[in-house]
């Protein structure tokens, strides 16, 4: 009997280069998911896994990310955000890009695209599929990429949105429910790193003003993360999830940009890759 074989990107900010890297090996070792959920930057890397684009998130993170239009003090002066999301999803990666995404390779695609973001307005999860993205058009990954205060919500059809991370950090249930039997859950911190409450406490109180109910998802990002992590980490013991997970972070947080601990990251998920092989040739005996 056929089984869906899924993929949880959480993102991370620049630590999202460790997915990316995760990814790439699957494309190097012709690993492949029949779904796929990022969240933040983890869309991306699922976008591009998908379009089975080896290394392009590699350059995004390595080349891409130090130039001053991709996020810089002065796009927050200018535009008020301190990442520029139209630059990064969209100067870059249209067709006419530096480095396009190949959008005709995800539509060719049979796989199922998932791309969380939240709500500014309620505080809970949207999830976009690929119906929503078309050539030149990938708002979906701006939207879910649009971390709060470091930018301003970014705004789907009137709606504005915040990165998925708010409202579902860790989607390994929505991949679960979507019908998926085995699920290769990639985290960006160790296992066992638990999200402390402190470091969304200002954040939360700056945004609550005008988007309140967004504050409070953000506020209680650190239990949502953790809840989540202890979820994945449940279904691992009936051996229907699989966490991949660097065994510390390189010294890099959400923004830090360093060639140097980016290309630590990536460089252990390329190791820590194989461990699918083994959850998938075991998940089918």
Not at 86 to 104: I, K, R, W
């Amino acid at each position: 009997m056929w089984k869906m074989i899924g993929v949880v990107d959480v993102g991370g900010g620049l630590r999202g280069v460790y997915g990316a890297g995760v990814l790439d090996y699957c494309l190097e070792n012709g690993i492949q998911f029949d779904y796929g959920i990022g969240v933040s930057a983890g869309s991306a890397n699922i976008g591009a896994y998908f379009a089975k684009q080896h290394g392009r998130n590699y350059r995004y993170y390595t080349k891409y990310s130090f130039r001053k239009e991709y996020m810089s003090l002065g796009n927050f002066l200018r535009k008020g955000s301190y990442i520029d999301l139209e630059y990064v999803y969209g100067t870059l990666a249209n067709q006419s890009g530096e480095d396009p995404l190949d959008y005709a390779a995800i539509a060719r695609s049979n796989a199922v695209l998932q791309v969380v973001a939240t709500n500014a307005l309620t505080g809970k999860p949207v999830y976009f599929g690929k119906e929503d993205i078309a050539q030149d058009n990938y708002q979906i990954m701006m939207a879910s990429s649009c971390i709060p205060v470091v930018c301003k919500p970014y705004e789907i059809g009137g709606v504005p949105y915040f990165d998925g991370g708010l409202s579902d950090p860790v989607p390994v249930q929505k991949a679960l429910d979507d019908g998926c039997e085995k699920v290769v859950v990639i985290l960006t911190k160790p296992e066992a790193t638990l999200r402390e409450p402190k470091h969304d406490a200002l954040p939360a109180r700056l945004l609550r003003r005008k988007y309140p109910q967004a504050a409070e998802a953000l506020r209680l990002r650190y239990q949502t993360y953790n809840d989540g992590v202890a979820l994945a980490q449940k279904y691992a013991k009936d051996g229907r999830v699989l966490l991949v997970a660097p065994d510390d972070c390189c010294g890099m947080q959400t923004l830090t940009k360093d060639r140097s601990c980016i290309d630590q990251m990536y460089r252990k998920a390329l190791q820590d890759g194989k461990k699918i092989l083994q959850f998938l040739a075991f998940s089918q005996t």
